[in-house]
């Protein structure tokens, strides 16, 4: 048996339109100084930290290798720095295999992005296709959700007002956390009657542009309990990945997401998912993304997302207090704050939506076009 | 530290390297290195846990490309992991994979490293890593010309010109018995003058010959858990230990103060940690990234931790040929094949066939119980794999 893996230390910038007057090494070093301070950690040669991984996307960055020029900040001179060029949150998945592994004590994670750079986000994601076949017809993640949306709204209860009241509540949510202070409150109303973007998806149905930076730190049961006073282990991850081709997958069935959640499961002990977590939070890039995945996951009856969200489902289950994706992160990193909020309300540091005695959370990722990666984490508290 | 158990490369496939694939698309060519490396290791894909993908996006500019590449790479249903850090991402696969078996997640892994570099703009992709504001007036792509200009300064330009065009046609006559190198021109060392007189300059005495190729290709390798290894391979290369080290200046804004190379550095501290006291005696072959044969030659020194100019010495008496006392590159190296992506792997997995004895035509005529294999890459980054036939303790 592996040894444990915890999550010693939680840091993350304010995500913000365009935070113009600060670079990517600004942001990073902005969540480094808190995250040593916290920890008492450093990068010297024997003791200090062991690797750092890094999250970030050369074509969001518009740079070739995006973690050049980050190497100082992420404490990687003459030291081990790694990139995860994937969801954010597969740099705890990459953490807790190294540490379990044996190869290094202690991590640092740290993942950046400024989606304000491009012109367009669907500028990025539309190089996510294939040359040949389907990007000629114009795809890109924003298209591809709009036809997974169709299929889930077809398969199910969720309705146009379902989705305005997601957006709605995710507005109400991020009020209370410091990391969106631009997060907009929307009424149901206003939500309806935003344009639609890709049809059944309206333009407040998407996840607003932000740049941004988050980080950890993790180590193995001895330091953590040395370095930590609440400690959150990483007890459970799974990931899966689905087939490319949208006409290939049956966009509605939750795939790799199921496999995904099964894995994790598995690895954490838990037999049945439901009523087993104090929070959840779930990467909602686009409104209907949070019922789906949360029926993916297991925790919701298949179909009857509408149903769950119109009895107050999201509030009775703690899923995405922090106001989620809708609230505000870049793509690439929306897993990993997803699991720096679950880290922060077990360690009991979630401020004003703190949940009371969070024991044990699910924090979800998800990339790729109508969510064909799916990474899951659960984290423990003792 | 103490691995939580250990872990072996039972299989190696690879495309073969070319400047243009152009009949094969990015997961086709992908998936001819993942056969290989499944029929290598007498697995199926079914019997891969995880698979770990890595390359670098803006020469292809494909978004997140493992998306795509799941229709070469069997990655559907499966994990998967995507790890990049450059030209070292080939290497930084190897230690993503190693580390997902150690620790106990996985026992089979499938690693694949790629790039079809005539797909994009090689210097200008490499041109743009460097810092916008900074740096990117002054970046030529990969082509540096200080480590020509540094050796013809410390050892005479007569010396230093002859040891590298001697050890670019050296890694030539390796390739030429690799039938996956890209570049096989059948040199011989009486072309050595015409060539060093007649090659296009391109920065210096950097001349066109001495640089290492653009290619097309993939690389894949599959691990497995000691004992999943030990059931399906009769000698599987073990990964005994492996080392990071980056570095972000390439040189001293200070004049010609000495600058510690992260090749030294990471030598240094992976010897140590594996008793390693003479390298030279106690490794049995050496397969590096070499971008070129004066950065190859240069680099011998730091690797091997020497003083003076014993790294010259070490090619002048033919002690890297492919039969000689320190074999380097018996594959033809960088310089022969350079899809950049696969690069570092590449030569992790050349060095673990030469363990696992099974590297054909350009096996070295000895039994191979260490080897050393390097990744470079970023401004001045090293990640170094110690491999060993015998079981780690």
Known sequence: MARRVGICAVAQTTYQRDKWHERFQGMALEVLEPLLAQTGLDFSEDKGIGMSISVSDDIF????ISDNGMTDVLGAHMRCEEKIAQEGIQALYYGLAAIQGGHVDTALVLGHCKESQGQSRNMVTHMAFDPFYTRPVGLDFTAAAGLQAQAYADRSDVGDTHLADIVARAGRMAQLNPATPEAPVLTREEVLASPMLADPIRAHHAYP????AVGM????????????????????VGNCMDSFFLGDRDLASNFALKQAAARAYQRAGIDQPRDRFDVVEVSDQFAYQQPMWMEGLGLVDEGCGGAWIAGGGPDAMNVNRSGGMLAGNPLILGGLVRAAEVALQLMGLAGERQVADARRGLAHGVMGPAGQFHSVAILERD | MKKNRNVGIIGVGQSVYSSHREEVNQPEMINEAVVEAL????????DVECIVHGNMELFEMIHQPDLWHVLGTGAYGKETLRVTTGGTTGATLVAAADHL?????????LAIGFEKLQEGHTT??????????????????ALTG???AQMIDEFGEERAKKVAMKYRIQMDQHAMKNNKAHRRLGLSPDQAEELAENSPQLVGELRMIHMCSQSDGACAMVFASEEKAKALCDQPAWIKDHITAHREEMFCIFGDAPVLSTHRYAARKLFGRCGITNPREEIDLFEMYDPSSWWGSDWLREFLLLEGDAHLKMIENDEIAIDGAFPVNPSGGVIASNPIGATAMVRVAEAALQVMGRAGDHQVPKTVNQALASGFGGTMWTVLFLLTREVPS
Do not use: K
Request: glycine share 12%; charged share 15%.
């Open chain 1, 217 to 236: 730190i993790l180590a193995a049961e001895e330091t953590a309990l040395a370095i930590c006073d609440h400690p959150v282990w990483i007890t459970g």
């Open chain 2, 124 to 141: 200008g992709g490499i041109t743009n890593m460097a810092d916008p504001l900074w740096g990117r007036q002054l970046q030529t792509g």
């Open chain 2, 101 to 109: 078996v150690a620790s106990g997640l996985h026992d089979v892994v």
């Open chain 1, 209 to 212: 542009v932000s740049d941004g």
């Open chain 2, 39 to 46: 029929e290598s290791a007498g697995v199926t894909i079914d």
């Open chain 1, 61 to 64: 960055d518009a740079r070739t």
């Open chain 2, 146 to 148: 200080m480590t020509a």
